[in-house]
């Protein structure tokens, strides 16, 4: 099978493709042929290494020191069951599926062998919503459970006032949309070319960080969701109200400064690794069928553009996520 190898960590180039051997599903596994899957900021991320030394190393001491380990990236995918082991219950062959790899990685690829019941980082796989293209469900398990994973710590009450930081991607396009979803007051950040996709879903204000610094703006926040981690911790404390909830999805840019708050004030400061059950697929296919849930989709590139994939995401700009389509009836 066609697959995208990671040779080593470096630039877009490093990523070549290849023929490999098609996976065979053990008895509790499932053989997914995949249609489609994507290229996120983090996917870009664990390619480059281009992270603070110190987060850089673990990462190296998790995955792989020169290479990934598992040379295959890509951690969500849609496609459909080809074979299922011995033991499978839940799936059959034929069934329309999304969800993720998890830590283990290897959806940049024309198959994948997933197990029927994932552990807790192990992504986990569910029948796909059926109003929704290969291309669109398979930008949901990372994005959407992500989102579901921090909105959920911040626990969102009707009427309360939710900040999202870095609103326009892969995370934060959900975000919006499960946020408003609990009743909240959504004020979406991101660039200029954003705003008006930010207001299509939902936000009820929009701020160009372009122009505008969201700390000065003399609003304050029950709970704050910064996506990016870009914004200075110490001066996004002033909008946050006092026992107020910051949700950090890159625990590494403000890991300092937000430990230090968290031992001296009253905020109530969530940095961790999502994580995403196969239930929360399910409550997210529920939500896409109901007509409340939509997922934006900037630009789709074949399998066999990998490279220009990472160097689009890589450039930053893009709007919601990023689609990689498999062509099974393509030779390399
Ligand atoms: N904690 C976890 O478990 C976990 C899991 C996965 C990912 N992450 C982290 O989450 C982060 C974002 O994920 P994502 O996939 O949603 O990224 P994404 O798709 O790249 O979205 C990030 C958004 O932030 C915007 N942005 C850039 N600089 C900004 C600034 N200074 N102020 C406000 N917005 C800004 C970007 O817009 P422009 O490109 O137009 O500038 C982009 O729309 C990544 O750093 C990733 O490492 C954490």
């Excluded at 110490?234 to 625990?251: D, F, M």
């Excluded at 220009?308 to 990023?322: C, D, I, S, T, W």
Aim: with cysteine.
């Amino acid at each position: 099978m066609k697959a995208v190898i990671t040779t080593k960590y470096g630039p877009p180039e490093v990523l070549e493709i290849r023929e490999v051997e098609k996976p065979v599903p053990k008895d509790n596994e499932i053989l997914i042929k995949i249609y489609a899957t994507t290229v996120t900021a983090g996917d870009v991320e664990m390619r480059s290494l281009k992270l603070p030394f110190l987060y850089a190393l673990v990462l190296r001491m998790g995955f792989g020191f020169t290479k990934p380990r598992n040379e295959i990236p890509g951690t969500e995918l849609a496609g459909e069951i080809e074979a299922v082991g011995n033991d499978v219950k839940r799936f059959k062959e034929g069934d329309q599926v999304f969800g993720a790899a998890g830590m283990s990685f290897g959806t940049n690829a024309e198959y994948l062998c997933l197990p029927e019941s994932p552990g807790e980082m192990e992504g986990g796989v569910a029948i796909m919503p059926a109003n929704m293209s290969y291309e669109e469900a398979a930008t949901v398990p990372f994005g959407g459970r992500d989102a579901l994973h921090f909105l959920r710590l911040g626990n969102i009450q009707d009427g309360q006032k939710i900040l999202i930081n870095g609103a326009g991607g892969s995370i934060g396009t959900f975000a919006i949309q499960l946020a408003k979803l609990s009743g909240a007051e959504v004020t979406a950040i991101d660039s200029t070319p954003k705003l008006d996709m930010l207001r299509s879903l939902g936000a009820d204000h929009v701020v160009d960080y372009t122009k505008e610094d969201f700390t000065e703006s003399g609003e304050v926040y029950d709970v704050i969701f910064d996506v990016i981690g870009k914004a200075s911790f110490s001066r996004s404390k002033k909008v946050i109200k006092e026992n107020g909830t910051y949700l950090l999805a890159n625990p590494v840019s403000q890991m300092f400064s937000a430990l230090w708050t968290r031992m001296t004030s009253s905020y109530n400061i969530v940095m961790q690794t999502a994580s995403g059950t196969i239930a929360d697929l399910i409550y997210l296919r529920e939500l896409i069928e109901d007509g409340k849930l939509r997922t934006v989709i900037d630009r789709t590139f074949p399998l066999e553009q990998i490279v220009e994939a990472h160097k689009y995401v890589g450039k930053g700009g893009k709007l919601g996520n990023v689609v990689i389509t498999v062509d099974h009836n393509k030779n390399t």
